[in-house]
């Protein structure tokens, strides 16, 4: 009876302890070849900017704008004065009408003209059958000398106005060349004057944040002036000086891990060694391009980050995900799966690559490491993996 109790007491603690089994979630350390690496300290910079400048000498208004406003491509940062330039534009607009004017005029009167010699070269063609007809009788003696001498004379007339008709006609055609040229002058003056005036209207050439603006709102500029600068998205750079002696390894690589203030790991590419060198701390002066989107908070000059450098060759290394790690007496532990329980673990860290740390000692490659549920683990307690039976 009492031997009953006590199995039915184990087998009902078992089977609460087996509900008590903690969900997790575990990653597999991984073996591969890399680096070691180190902490240096980095710092955000950025481009010279993109200067937007009085395209002519005069007047400028500027829009309600402050530095540090995000504006877009096209937006209307500053107006130019242009009451002048559209008095000019209005004059020439009124030349090239009456222009235009003249040349239908001039259209016109060249059409009447040819018709008009049209109707003379009838004419002219019909006298110069009568005057035929006319020198044939006289040598038959039918009619008289004086006959042919009127009839002659009527021929040479129509001819004489045939001449002056075609002379009008050149000169009425050449005074349309003439017009055209001066039309297209006009034309010209006045597209020039347009473009002005769309000049005068001062957009941002790209989309970005101003971060100098000129300290007037409305004001006289010279031709070049800077009215704005303004400083892109994307141009964003990190800057740090670098050992030495682990330039080798860094070019090496080419692209090393930091963190952001979220304590979140990215990337960044180096760019060029710059020719600065500080003699005291044997460090050079490196640029990194940031292939990601730089996080809001860090664009800013002078922004700080933690770079994770290399400082050896590649060599086997067991590296675990970053949030399999948990902080334990200025130390790091990381609960290992065994037998369905959370083992803890001592371990010796050396630096973390794309989001993972590199494991020194503590645990070996393909063991299975808890890397969520890990906070309130204690050790030997027993789990259950998610997604395992």
Do not use: C
Not at 34 to 56: C, F, L
Not at 139 to 168: D, M, P, W
């Amino acid at each position: 009876m009492l031997l009953s109790a006590v199995l039915t007491i184990n087998i009902a603690h078992a089977q609460q302890k087996q509900k008590r089994s903690t969900p997790v979630e575990v990653a597999i350390a991984e073996q591969k070849m890399i680096s070691t690496t180190s902490t240096v300290d980095g710092r955000v910079v950025v481009g010279a900017g993109v200067r937007v400048v009085a395209p002519k000498s005069g007047q400028i208004v500027f829009e309600p704008l402050k530095i540090g406003e995000m504006v877009q491509k096209g937006d209307v940062i500053a107006r130019m004065e242009v009451t002048d330039l559209t008095k000019t534009l209005q004059d020439l607009r009124l030349k090239d009408k009456q222009k235009k004017r003249q040349m239908e005029n001039n259209r016109l009167r060249i059409d009447s003209e040819s018709r008009r010699l049209a109707i003379l070269i009838k004419q002219a063609d019909l006298i110069a059958d009568r005057l035929d007809r006319i020198e044939t009788l006289t040598q038959n003696q039918v009619t008289t000398q004086t006959s042919l001498g009127e009839a002659n004379i009527r021929y040479f007339e129509k001819q004489q106005q045939i001449v002056q008709v075609e002379n009008s006609i050149s000169i009425l055609q050449q005074d349309r060349e003439v017009m055209a040229i001066d039309l297209e002058t006009l034309q010209l003056e006045i597209a020039d004057i347009q473009r002005q005036i769309s000049e005068a209207k001062i957009v941002a050439p790209i989309d970005g944040q101003i971060i100098s603006l000129a300290d007037f709102s409305i004001g006289y500029s010279r031709v070049g002036d800077t009215l704005v600068t303004l400083q892109r998205d994307d141009d964003y750079e990190i800057e740090a000086d670098i050992p030495l002696g682990w330039m080798a390894y860094l070019r090496d690589v080419q692209t090393i891990a930091y963190e952001n203030h979220l304590g979140v790991m990215q990337t960044a590419r180096l760019r060029v060694e710059l020719p600065q060198e500080n003699p005291r701390s044997r460090t050079r002066l490196v640029r990194f391009e940031i292939p990601d989107v730089l996080d809001e908070n860090l664009r800013a000059v002078g922004a700080s980050l933690a770079l994770m450098v290399p400082t050896s060759i590649p060599e086997d290394q067991i590296t675990v995900p970053s949030d399999a790690l948990v902080p334990l007496r200025g130390g790091y532990i990381v609960f290992v799966i065994e037998d369905g329980k959370a083992i803890q673990r001592q371990v010796i860290t050396g630096g973390i690559l794309d989001g993972r740390v590199i494991i020194k000692d503590g645990v070996k490659a393909e063991e299975q490491v808890v890397i969520k549920g890990n906070e309130l683990l204690s050790n030997g307690q027993a789990v259950q993996v998610i997604g395992q039976d």
